[in-house]
């Protein structure tokens, strides 16, 4: 799926070099509507926003797991655990497609794992809101999956084949991810005062972080206009989150339950559902750090990594001690 | 390599170094899966472990986890050998000028069945 970084590295470092031939090739592929492979020439702009938006990709889904986790001992029966840690796995594996796409780049899962550990890397803000009663499971499932689909879905025709090849597989995987969040949703709404009451609070509280999650309004987006350029985004920030609410109203109209926005109306005008304004002041308070959970989400991947690393060593212990075995087994 | 450096004053987490962790030395696997029998292993993406067995195992975890597969190939990358993108046209060049090689090359009288 990724791959194909074999042969000599292409990756550039330092200054940018231009090479007149594969600049031109590069523009014409991108014209074609073609995709760029590992080792295509690409700008050197080209290869770091892609670094950047792969990398923040590949940690979202790693420290997404976090949320989740807390609550599989916590989930209201086996069916429902069940589905949380296939979730969890999930999440897992769709970050380590996302990090074989970024090595095939020349950025090692490694080398990205200790800019995430450090802080220097970013992963998606809404993960530094907290998960604090069952309903959430249900909410985040619905409203946060539900946008990054949305988001995903219009990745799988991005330029660069390798991150496109690993989104085709996740939008695959991920529905269910929707779906099971909607569920236990739609349960919970036929349920008593107070788990209905917990569903709304649930949803209150996501909604607005699952809007931010498209980024900023495009006006202020600084790297909209390039990404759109090369490709690398097929839509604006503000046409995937007008998707998304489109989408959702009906859905929450399903369950009964409201959306925290007075201003959310159809407008047959437009086709669209029209909606209150957005409090950008937060989303940037919380991409800075500022979010209640930042610091808990990263000290909590730290402490992870950290206890982790007997079990590298181990594997590396028992690889060693089988290596002189393997040899002679291909030797006879 | 184009990453920053990796320190971060502001979190007081420890800064990334140039020190190779334990799993920057596994090597990394290109894996291939048959979906079913009757059909070709496919390359379906990369796995770092630190030997071919266990890459297997990592493979198994990361590309089966929904029936994909009832095979699994894992090989080295560094061990496989890849064409150029470089020398595209001319290493691809000798089939170019051959349409012959195609049954629509071919002029039929109308009607006749093939």
Same mark, same amino acid.
């Given at each position: 799926m990724?791959?194909?970084?074999f042969?000599?590295?292409?990756s550039?470092?330092?200054?940018e070099?231009?090479?007149?031939?594969?600049?031109?090739h590069?523009?014409?592929?991108?014209e074609q509507d073609s995709r760029?492979?590992?080792?295509?020439w690409?700008p050197?702009?080209y290869?770091?926003? #892609?670094?950047?938006?792969?990398a923040?990709?590949?940690?979202?889904?790693?420290?997404?797991?976090?949320?989740?986790?807390?609550?599989?001992?916590?989930?209201?029966?086996?069916?429902?655990?069940?589905i949380?840690l296939?979730?969890?796995?999930?999440?897992?594996?769709?970050?380590?497609?996302?990090y074989?796409?970024l090595?095939t780049?020349?950025m090692?899962?490694?080398q990205?794992?200790?800019?995430?550990?450090?802080?220097?890397h970013?992963?998606?803000s809404?993960?530094?809101?907290?998960?604090?009663?069952?309903?959430?499971?249900? =909410?985040?499932?619905w409203?946060?999956?539900?946008?990054?689909?949305v988001n995903q879905v219009?990745?799988?025709?991005t330029?660069?084949?390798?991150?496109a090849?690993? #989104?085709v597989?996740?939008?695959?995987?991920?529905?269910?991810?929707?779906r099971?969040?909607?569920e236990a949703?739609?349960?919970?709404?036929?349920g008593t005062l107070?788990?209905r009451?917990?569903?709304q609070?649930?949803?209150?509280?996501?909604?607005?972080?699952?809007l931010?999650?498209f980024g900023?309004?495009?006006?202020?987006?600084?790297?909209?206009?390039?990404? #759109?350029?090369?490709?690398?985004?097929?839509?604006?920030?503000d046409e995937?989150?007008?998707?998304?609410?489109?989408?959702?109203?009906?859905?929450a109209e399903?369950?009964?339950m409201?959306?925290?926005d007075?201003?959310?109306?159809w407008?047959a005008?437009?086709g669209?559902?029209?909606?209150g304004?957005?409090?950008?002041?937060?989303?940037?308070?919380v991409?800075r750090g500022?979010?209640?959970?930042n610091q808990?989400r990263?000290?909590h991947?730290?402490?992870?990594?950290?206890?982790?690393?007997?079990v590298?060593? =181990?594997?590396?212990a028992y690889?060693a001690?089988?290596?002189p075995? =393997?040899?002679?087994?291909?030797?006879? | 390599?184009t990453?920053?450096? @990796?320190e971060?004053?502001?979190?007081?987490?420890?800064a990334?170094?140039?020190q190779?962790? +334990?799993?920057?030395?596994?090597?990394?696997?290109e894996?291939? &899966?048959? +979906?079913?029998? @009757?059909?070709?292993?496919?390359?379906?993406?990369?796995v770092?472990?630190?030997?071919?067995?266990? +890459?297997l195992?990592?493979?198994?975890?990361?590309?089966?986890?929904r029936?994909? @597969?009832?095979?699994?190939? &894992?090989?080295?990358?560094?061990d496989i050998?890849?064409?150029?993108?470089?020398?595209?046209?001319?290493?691809f060049?000798?089939?170019?000028?051959k349409?012959?090689?195609?049954?629509?090359?071919?002029?039929?009288p109308d @009607?006749?069945?093939?």
């Amino acid at each position: 799926m990724y791959g194909a970084t074999f042969g000599e590295d292409q990756s550039q470092t330092g200054d940018e070099v231009v090479d007149a031939v594969g600049l031109e090739h590069f523009e014409a592929l991108i014209e074609q509507d073609s995709r760029i492979e590992p080792r295509d020439w690409m700008p050197l702009a080209y290869r770091q926003t #892609m670094i950047r938006q792969i990398a923040q990709h590949a940690h979202s889904e790693i420290i997404g797991m976090q949320p989740e986790g807390n609550f599989v001992t916590r989930a209201p029966s086996l069916r429902r655990k069940a589905i949380l840690l296939a979730k969890i796995q999930d999440e897992a594996g769709h970050g380590q497609y996302l990090y074989s796409a970024l090595e095939t780049l020349g950025m090692s899962r490694d080398q990205a794992m200790d800019l995430l550990h450090a802080g220097t890397h970013k992963y998606s803000s809404v993960f530094n809101y907290p998960a604090l009663t069952w309903a959430d499971m249900g =909410a985040i499932g619905w409203l946060v999956d539900g946008a990054a689909i949305v988001n995903q879905v219009a990745l799988c025709r991005t330029s660069y084949g390798p991150y496109a090849r690993a #989104m085709v597989r996740i939008c695959k995987e991920e529905s269910f991810h929707q779906r099971q969040g909607y569920e236990a949703l739609v349960v919970l709404s036929r349920g008593t005062l107070e788990q209905r009451a917990m569903c709304q609070d649930a949803i209150n509280r996501w909604w607005w972080p699952a809007l931010m999650m498209f980024g900023p309004p495009d006006g202020q987006s600084s790297h909209t206009a390039q990404s #759109m350029a090369w490709k690398i985004k097929r839509q604006t920030n503000d046409e995937l989150r007008q998707k998304f609410i489109d989408m959702t109203v009906p859905q929450a109209e399903v369950i009964g339950m409201s959306l925290p926005d007075p201003e959310l109306r159809w407008n047959a005008a437009t086709g669209h559902y029209d909606h209150g304004p957005i409090d950008w002041d937060e989303m940037y308070r919380v991409v800075r750090g500022d979010g209640p959970c930042n610091q808990q989400r990263l000290a909590h991947r730290n402490q992870c990594h950290d206890e982790g690393q007997w079990v590298r060593e =181990a594997a590396n212990a028992y690889a060693a001690k089988h290596a002189p075995r =393997a040899a002679e087994g291909s030797a006879a | 390599m184009t990453s920053a450096s @990796g320190e971060s004053a502001a979190t007081g987490q420890p800064a990334a170094t140039d020190q190779p962790t +334990a799993s920057d030395q596994w090597r990394l696997y290109e894996v291939f &899966v048959r +979906a079913r029998r @009757g059909l070709s292993h496919h390359h379906v993406g990369s796995v770092h472990a630190p030997d071919a067995q266990m +890459a297997l195992r990592n493979a198994r975890d990361l590309y089966t986890r929904r029936e994909e @597969g009832v095979s699994i190939w &894992v090989a080295a990358a560094a061990d496989i050998t890849a064409s150029s993108p470089q020398e595209k046209d001319s290493f691809f060049d000798p089939a170019g000028d051959k349409v012959y090689r195609h049954p629509t090359f071919y002029d039929l009288p109308d @009607g006749v069945q093939m």
